[in-house]
């Protein structure tokens, strides 16, 4: 019965840990663009500087991870991870946007979450990416990413104030296009609001990927 117990409490452990991750991102998101706002700060628009700009300022500055719910948990963010070492050619696979560890971590270091994150303006070019070049990357025969949790997200910088519920009807298009015959679930919205979408698809494999396309189109500056 312990062994039970324990294994559940990892499980319960995970659910609330993966919870956790995404309220914090959405906060975060929340924040940033309310602070720049409040501050006339401008992010320019390069999907490298809005994650770092947000990873730097928020998901790792200690003075505001109180108020986005992480003063008390033991959770880090690091940016531009290597990833699946092959030693056949001694070269990494991937490198992740975001790695998000726990305390877990220590004892098992397959034991992580990471957030690929993709800028989308309602073009069909960066559309097409935020599947080839984002969802892809976990899913196939040879996945960039690992998944040890089967869990992982997706985050989608909305650079343009466009409406979301379009950009993500010409995701889920291309996704059915490209992988189609290894979609268990297509992207579904779980929350929607005037900043963001929360949705979630399922493939064959068991992977759950959650994606979250955030309006930060207020805070974007076009050069």
């Known amino acids: 019965m312990g062994g039970f117990q324990n294994q559940l409490l990892n499980q319960n452990f995970k659910q609330n840990f993966y919870h956790i991750i995404i309220?914090?991102?959405i906060r975060s998101c929340k924040i940033m663009i309310e602070n720049c706002c409040s501050n006339k700060l401008n992010i320019p628009n390069h999907e490298e500087?809005?994650?770092?700009?947000?990873l730097e300022n928020y998901l790792e500055n200690e003075k505001i991870r109180c108020a986005i719910g992480l003063s008390d948990v033991k959770i880090r963010f690091l940016p531009e991870v290597l990833e699946n070492y092959d030693a056949d050619t001694n070269t990494y696979i991937g490198r992740t946007d975001?790695?998000?560890?726990?305390?877990?971590?220590?004892?098992?270091?397959?034991?992580y979450y990471i957030v690929?994150?993709?800028?989308?303006?309602g073009t069909k070019s960066l559309n097409q990416k935020y599947v080839d070049e984002g969802i892809c990357r976990f899913v196939g025969d040879t996945p960039k990413y690992s998944s040890y949790n089967n869990k992982n997200i997706m985050l989608g910088f909305v650079v343009k104030d466009i409406d979301?519920?379009?950009?993500?009807?010409?995701?889920?298009?291309i996704h059915n296009e490209r992988i189609g015959d290894i979609i268990d679930k297509d992207i579904t919205p779980i929350v929607k609001s005037k900043?963001?979408?929360l949705c979630e698809s399922v493939y064959?494999?068991?992977?759950s990927l959650s994606h979250i396309f955030y309006n930060v189109s207020s805070v974007i500056i076009f050069s």
Request: contains cysteine; hydrophobic residues 35%; proline residues 2%.
């Open 23 to 25: 309220t914090a991102l």
């Open 49 to 54: 500087k809005i994650r770092t700009h947000l």
């Open 98 to 111: 975001i790695r998000v560890l726990s305390s877990n971590w220590l004892s098992n270091p397959n034991d």
């Open 116 to 121: 690929e994150c993709k800028r989308l303006d």
């Open 164 to 173: 979301c519920s379009v950009v993500i009807s010409e995701i889920t298009d």
């Open 195 to 197: 900043d963001y979408y």
């Open 204 to 207: 064959t494999n068991q992977l």
